[in-house]
T-cell receptor, first 113, second 115 residues
Framework: AQSVTQLDSQVPVFEEAPVELRCNYSSSVSVYLFWYVQYPNQGLQLLLKYLSGSTLVKGINGFEAEFNKSQTSFHLRKPSVHISDTAEYFCAVRNTGFQKLVFGTGTRLLVSP | DAGVIQSPRHEVTEMGQEVTLRCKPISGHDYLFWYRQTMMRGLELLIYFNNNVPIDDSGMPEDRFSAKMPNASFSTLKIQPSEPRDSAVYFC?????????????FGEGSRLTVL
């Protein structure tokens, strides 16, 4: 079975600073990887996804993530954050053959002025 | 296009009462998922359906929980009797298997408080 580990429960950062949110996964088979964002009192929405091909994936709102198979990681980055990026970020994984998506515990990004 | 629609958005009830949460998936989507989100346990998959048929209900906590999908446009999650530890935000999500990634589209959630 797959699993996802998000090492940081909370990441505080100043506005316009770069940020990296870490995600490691475990699976014995090929996977698809996702980052979702959850704003307060809302559902989750897709930021970006890795299916195959280029290991550097670009998503919405200036976010990008890099798939590293040897390190089983899929870290999320943004070169310059805004106050509006304050939210909870979830990494998720699923096997290529199944629809069941497994989420990490989430990382709360707190952007301050 | 309308997204996934959940109702009610907020529910406050007393222990022992029956609770029914409702979900309307995106039209044409053939997978439907119920997740529960709590501070302690994060996002847990409770059950998912494919073409209205339950595929995996291993995440359903206990017999007090039941879920149905009578047709392609409606699903319910029922808790009977409810307990304070059921307090959480319950999310419904849908996806289209024909899409390669099977991206999930989430509703805004139903926040349940059991007193």
């Amino acid at each position: 079975a797959q699993s996802v580990t998000q090492l940081d429960s909370q990441v505080p950062v100043f506005e316009e600073a770069p940020v990296e949110l870490r995600c490691n996964y475990s699976s014995s088979v090929s996977v698809y990887l996702f980052w979702y964002v959850q704003y307060p009192n809302q559902g989750l929405q897709l930021l970006l996804k890795y299916l195959s091909g280029s290991t550097l994936v670009k998503g919405i709102n200036g976010f990008e993530a890099e798939f590293n198979k040897s390190q089983t990681s899929f870290h999320l980055r943004k070169p310059s954050v805004h106050i509006s990026d304050t939210a909870e970020y979830f990494c998720a994984v699923r096997n290529t053959g199944f629809q069941k998506l497994v989420f990490g515990t989430g990382t709360r990004l707190l952007v301050s002025p | 296009d309308a997204g996934v629609i959940q109702s009610p958005r907020h529910e406050v009830t007393e222990m022992g009462q029956e609770v029914t949460l409702r979900c309307k998936p995106i039209s044409g989507h053939d997978y439907l998922f119920w997740y529960r989100q709590t501070m302690m346990r994060g996002l847990e998959l409770l059950i998912y359906f494919n073409n209205n048929v339950p595929i995996d209900d291993s995440g359903m906590p206990e017999d007090r929980f039941s879920a149905k999908m009578p047709n392609a446009s409606f699903s319910t999650l029922k808790i009977q009797p409810s307990e304070p530890r059921d307090s959480a935000v319950y999310f419904c999500a849908s996806s289209l298997v024909a899409g390669v990634s099977g991206e999930l589209f989430f509703g805004e959630g139903s926040r349940l408080t059991v007193l």
